[in-house]
């Protein structure tokens, strides 16, 4: 029963990564309709700079604010100049567009930071939380950060109107555009607030698995699961499903098929929502009008 | 995507007295008497270079026919050579089968399995069968990986196979007498693909991918056609993969992995998509890119491939192929002036 609660304890701290990885990903998918493949590698590469920065001697958190800042204007900017011209375009060409972007950030990671794994350091104190037997400080840190992440996207959205000119923009391009929001700065923006939620992730995630160029692959697939686990569409829905997928990873890891098949976990949990519902469990059916 | 093109000025054009369409047949008579004449002329090395250009073509007609033509997105083509070529290296391994006997052995798994796959893809359109089939790629080297299928598939190692033997009497060398088998496989399977895409078929295809709706409203079996094109396709590039296997004379579970079926993708983009020419351009372009990539960066050899598809969908997005018919259809406007 102990080893059970560990496991689905630490299950919802790696859950709140997928949570944050699939809301990033739900964030552009419900303002553009694309599903960014790159959203992993650029994560990782923010997280490339907080290391570079930590080890130059900046104090963390100084270092965690900064490589936000840098993770927000890297989003805006690949929408403003790569992935714009792409807004109308088939399928195909947006798919092609994202997996170009996911090889050149991988390879300027590896090229710049090189291939070598490299721990990286966690805010949290390295010892069992107040004694506790079920999670690591750093596990308890890395849910109570994703709540935040969570809280001030929310607040974001709910309270301020620039979240409400966001929504707008993503809910009705061309009545905002009458009212008079600029509906294209809204989805940069959107595209540098999800570059943030990556860059936490990506910083959360780094002091488990180590720092290399290809540590999000597999967070990036169960981001994925997440977010369709919940629905494509629906933010609160995406976090809950990321919640879902880390416990049932961590489940599955433990007891079915150990932790050499983890991200074939990930890919029958993708195959079997779509199969079974693919709209998700809080997402809209699409119906299509003849 | 492709529009239709009514206008053909190329066609009624005559170059030198012949027509386009006889042009073409000497055109590919000659690539095929060139292929025949290349392996006495060049050396070892380049011999194996011209061969795996051929294996990757097939692979990549083989995703051409489910992307190109039938709109379905795949970037997952890469599992798929993996299981043809690992069939091939444990048929080869564990039983006494002659290699010859393995090709189409392999062809049928991976028919199979595609159609397998492609039953469940049936209910996903673009981005969602992006990503399942993304999934599909990630995981495929864990599964070769794995421990329990590990006397099977050699576990980490991979598994190492000897290529086959020129049959008696032939004045070949083995790696020359290994082109042409690849190259017997070769011209039958773009022979039969070609057939199945210029009639009724291929129209079929092209209309699912075209439009849906209209097709499923003009008769067309939308579950039935995109199934078995997942099938065939997989079949393809399947094939392709037990050839690459004898040639490689070795498989190994992180061959088998995402940027394998990235290198796919990019090539059939490079080459033209829904082109069966263009697929030749595509191979060649991923079998020397690397090299080439090696000597501009050494650390960064995949971004070489991003920096392509990115500027592909900028610039040409129908390819090299597109390219050339663009143009041949400016010159055929010219001569017949």
């Not at chain 1, 506790?132 to 690591?136: A, E, G």
């Given at each position: 029963m102990l080893a059970f609660l560990h496991q689905v304890l630490s299950g919802l701290a790696t859950g709140g990564i997928y949570a944050s990885v699939a809301l990033a990903l739900v964030m552009i998918y419900q303002a553009t309709h694309q599903v960014n493949f790159a959203q992993g590698e650029m994560a990782t590469f923010s997280t490339y700079m907080a290391w570079k920065m930590i080890d130059s001697g900046f104090p963390y958190w100084a270092a965690f604010l900064l490589t936000l800042v840098f993770a927000f204007v890297v989003g805006v900017t690949i929408e403003r100049v790569i992935v714009r011209p792409f807004y109308k375009a088939p399928v195909l060409s947006v798919v092609a567009v994202f997996i170009g972007l996911l090889l050149i950030i991988n390879s300027l990671s590896g090229a710049i930071f090189d291939y070598t794994i490299k721990p990286f350091p966690s805010p949290f104190p390295s010892d069992a939380w107040y004694g506790?037997?079920?999670?690591?400080s750093h596990e308890v840190g890395m849910i109570f950060v994703t709540l935040m992440v969570l809280a001030l996207i929310f607040a974001f959205f709910r309270f301020t109107p620039l979240g409400l000119a966001m929504r707008a923009a993503a809910e009705n391009p061309v009545s905002s555009r009458l009212v008079g929001v600029r509906v294209g700065w809204m989805l940069a923006l959107g595209w540098g607030l999800a570059g943030m939620i990556g860059a936490v992730a990506g910083m959360m995630t780094a002091p488990i698995v180590y720092l290399d160029p290809y540590m999000m692959f597999s967070v990036l697939l169960y981001g994925f699961a997440g977010a369709l686990l919940g629905g494509i569409d629906n933010p609160w829905g995406a976090v809950l499903g990321g919640f879902i997928v880390g416990v049932l990873q961590n489940l599955a890891g433990a007891y079915v098929v150990g932790t050499e098949l983890m991200v074939t976990v990930a890919l029958v949990i993708i195959v079997g929502i779509l199969v079974i519902k693919p709209s998700g469990l809080f997402g809209r059916t699409i119906v299509t009008r003849v | 995507m492709a529009t239709l093109d009514t206008s053909r000025p190329a066609a009624a054009a005559l170059f030198a007295g012949l027509s386009l369409r006889a042009w073409k047949v000497i055109g590919l008579a000659a690539v095929l008497a060139a292929a025949c004449v290349l392996p006495f002329t060049i050396s070892s090395y380049q011999l194996l270079l011209a061969n795996q250009v051929i294996v990757y073509a097939v692979a990549l007609l083989g995703l051409n026919i489910l992307t190109g033509y039938n709109g379905q997105f795949s970037l997952g083509h890469g599992a798929f050579y993996a299981i043809g070529a690992y069939c091939t290296a444990i048929l080869l391994d564990k039983t006494g089968i002659p290699y010859w006997a393995t090709i189409p052995l392999a062809g049928a798994l991976c028919f199979v399995a595609g159609f397998l796959f492609g039953l469940p893809a049936l209910r996903l359109e673009g981005h969602y069968l992006a990503l399942a089939t993304f999934a599909l790629a990630v995981a495929t080297p864990q599964l070769l990986k794995y421990k329990d299928f590990d006397f099977l598939t050699g576990g980490v190692q991979g598994i190492v196979i000897s290529g086959p033997d020129t049959p008696g009497g032939l004045p070949l060398r083995s790696d020359q007498w290994l082109y042409f088998f690849c190259l017997l496989w070769t011209v039958p399977l773009f022979v039969l693909a070609w057939n199945l895409l210029r009639g009724r078929t291929g129209r079929a295809l092209m209309a699912i991918r075209d439009h849906p709706l209209a097709a499923s409203s003009m008769g067309i079996d939308l579950a039935r056609y995109k199934s078995l094109t997942f099938g065939v396709s997989a079949m393809y590039t399947g094939i392709a993969g037990a050839l690459g296997a004898l040639l490689a004379q070795f498989v190994s579970p992180d061959s088998f992995d995402l940027f394998l079926s990235i290198r796919f993708l990019v090539g059939i983009v490079f080459g033209g998509l829904a082109s069966m020419a263009g697929v030749f351009f595509g191979a060649i372009f991923i079998e020397f890119v690397p090299n080439l990539a090696d000597l501009v960066s050494k650390a960064a050899p995949q971004a070489i491939y991003g920096i392509v598809l990115i500027v592909c969908m900028y610039l040409m997005p129908t390819g090299v192929m597109g390219l050339l018919r663009a143009l041949g259809h400016k010159l055929g406007r010219l001569v017949a002036r």
């Open positions: 506790s037997p079920y999670l690591s | -």
